[in-house]
């Protein structure tokens, strides 16, 4: 059965920083793993999509990595600021279904 | 582009009620699905559909209802409202040709008392 776990369960973080977020997984036969953004009363938006096949995806200050075979993601954020503060989720969907399995997310403050 | 649509915000429920959240979605996707949200659990998937009068269960399926009559749209049924059910509920969609990311409602907080 997949498990999905993401460490830290919340972070604080000074304006400026750069800061890794972690997701890892239990069962490599993944077809992508997604990052998701969750700010309070909202729904999920989708930041990075990683397929299997790929190491990592960049997209402006936002870069996430996947190592299947180790089944651990990052989302690395640079020089964070305080509209980054919001919760971050990873799933990954398995293998021949549309399924996605989510961690319990990241809840990040970055302080002015 | 209105995406997943998800009606209503939010509702309030008595234990026995019953109800339907309403989810549609307007750029063709074959599947769509319904999570639920709790404090320290993760989204969990309830029930899915692949497409049109296909449906199957999720992880967490006991007293909810589903059906798909059309590509659009995804009712989510609740039968017999408990408070266990007091939650946040979220439905998504998958296109193949959205490069397979998965796309969400805003959400829909349910209070059963």
């Known amino acids: 059965k997949q498990e999905v776990t993401q460490i830290p369960a919340a972070l604080s973080v000074p304006e400026g920083e750069n800061l890794v977020l972690n997701c890892s997984f239990t069962?490599?036969?993944?077809?992508?793993l997604q990052w998701f953004r969750q700010d309070p009363g909202k729904g999920l938006t989708s930041l990075l999509l990683?397929?299997?096949?790929?190491r990592e995806q960049t997209s402006g200050r936002l870069n996430a990595s996947l190592d299947k075979s180790s089944g651990r993601s990052t989302l690395y954020i640079a020089a964070s600021q305080p509209g980054d503060s919001a919760t971050y989720l990873c799933?990954?969907?398995?293998?021949?279904?549309?399924?996605?399995?989510f961690g319990t997310g990241t809840r990040l403050k970055v302080l002015a | 582009n209105a995406g997943v649509t998800q009606t209503p915000k939010f509702q309030v429920l008595k234990t026995g009620q019953s109800m339907t959240l309403q989810c549609a979605q307007d750029m063709n996707h074959e599947y769509m699905s319904w999570y639920r949200q709790d404090p320290g659990m993760g989204l969990r998937l309830i029930h899915y559909s692949v497409g049109a009068g296909i449906t199957d269960q999720g992880e967490v399926p006991n007293g909810y209802n589903v059906s798909r009559s059309t590509t659009e749209d995804f009712p989510l049924r609740l039968l017999s409202a408990a408070p266990s059910q007091t939650s946040v509920y979220f439905c998504?969609?998958?296109?193949?040709?959205?490069?397979?990311?998965?796309?969400f409602g805003e959400g829909s907080w349910l209070t059963v008392v």
């Open positions: 069962d490599s036969a993944i077809y992508n």
């Open positions: 799933a990954v969907r398995r293998s021949g279904t549309y399924k996605y399995i």
């Open positions: 990683i397929q299997s096949s790929q």
């Open positions: 998504a969609s998958i296109g193949a040709d959205s490069g397979n990311t998965i796309y």
